[in-house]
């Protein structure tokens, strides 16, 4: 969170940089912008076109961005401003239009916020593989479906996967803000989150303690389990019981391992999400960057009018 001081000088910076809305068409259900937008327009066109835009436009002037899309529009924003080394001169602000919109479930109002580096690219909410993985891949088959978004398309993702194989064999190791090294890979795991904010999934409170601001990951590994027991645990996974008193619950602590963590890898892995996108590789370098952009949030006048 900001200083009284720090948000006056934001208040003032906001007044007077350039906004620009970057506009994702193909984000939920809302396809329309609102009639009356102060600043220019850019409206996507395909998947990669607001980072280029970004990238672009922040390498060359100081920028208040309105992303009207989701969390794979707000990464591909982040990822732009980010690559152009312009997080401490421009701003970013949501109107949430996503499926999901975890990002804005755990944004806090006007602050600097960390980012997630993995190999070579940002992430700014979460992380994850295995199970959850291939959940996002069945939940977009499912978002074609009419009438299907957010939370469903996500139940009906868990559905699809559940009768499948759960369990994969990874090797990971972790490093706290200490230096202590940990390693885990002896057994098969379920899924694997690093978590910048606290929900996913089209609002599953995963990490309930994670914060955007800390500077730390929260990893949370979910051993392999039966099937009989994910379903027992993915409720109290989605509202964020198997976490008392910043820790994991006594009855949780068989199938979940938590660490806080600002270093790790992830390797013999397919396939990894970045805030919804599903990236190829085999192999995740990860840490966390402190401080590293600068998030604005719009109240209710704004976001019609901004």
Do not use: Q
Not at 48 to 66: L, M, P, W
Not at 156 to 184: C, M, P, Y
Not at 227 to 246: D, Q, S, V
């Amino acid at each position: 969170m900001l200083t009284d001081e720090e948000n006056s000088v934001m208040m003032v910076w906001v007044i007077k940089m350039k906004k620009i809305h970057v506009f994702n068409p193909m984000a939920g259900k809302d396809k329309k912008l609102p009639e009356k937008l102060d600043g220019e327009i850019y409206i996507t066109k395909s998947v990669g076109d607001a980072e280029r835009f970004a990238y672009e436009t922040s390498k060359s002037e100081d920028v208040h961005f309105i992303v009207h899309g989701g969390d794979g529009t707000i990464n591909e924003v982040a990822n732009g401003i980010i690559k152009a080394e312009a997080g401490e001169r421009c701003l970013f602000s949501v109107v949430p239009k996503g499926t999901g919109n975890d990002f804005v479930r755990s944004a806090m109002e006007n602050t600097k916020i960390d980012v997630i580096k993995f190999n070579d690219s940002y992430c700014i909410n979460s992380l994850n593989t295995g199970l959850d993985l291939r959940v996002v891949e069945e939940m977009e088959k499912a978002k074609k479906i009419p009438f299907v978004r957010g939370s469903f398309a996500y139940l009906l993702g868990v559905a699809s996967v559940f009768f499948g194989h759960i369990g994969e064999k990874w090797k990971i190791t972790v490093e706290d803000d200490n230096g202590k090294v940990e390693r885990f890979g002896n057994e098969e795991y379920s899924l694997a989150l690093f978590a910048n904010g606290g929900f996913y999934g089209g609002g599953f409170n995963a990490a309930p303690i994670a914060s955007l601001t800390d500077g730390v990951i929260d990893l949370i590994i979910v051993k392999k389990v039966t099937k009989l027991t994910l379903l027992k645990l993915i409720m109290a996974y989605r509202a964020g019981k198997h976490f008392k008193n910043g820790k994991i619950a006594e009855k949780f602590k068989k199938y979940f391992v938590y660490r806080k963590c600002v270093k790790a890898t992830i390797e013999n892995i397919k396939s990894i999400c970045s805030d919804g996108e599903i990236i190829k590789t085999d192999k995740a370098e990860i840490s966390i960057l402190k401080n590293k952009l600068t998030y604005y949030t719009l109240n209710a006048t704004e976001e019609v009018l901004v």
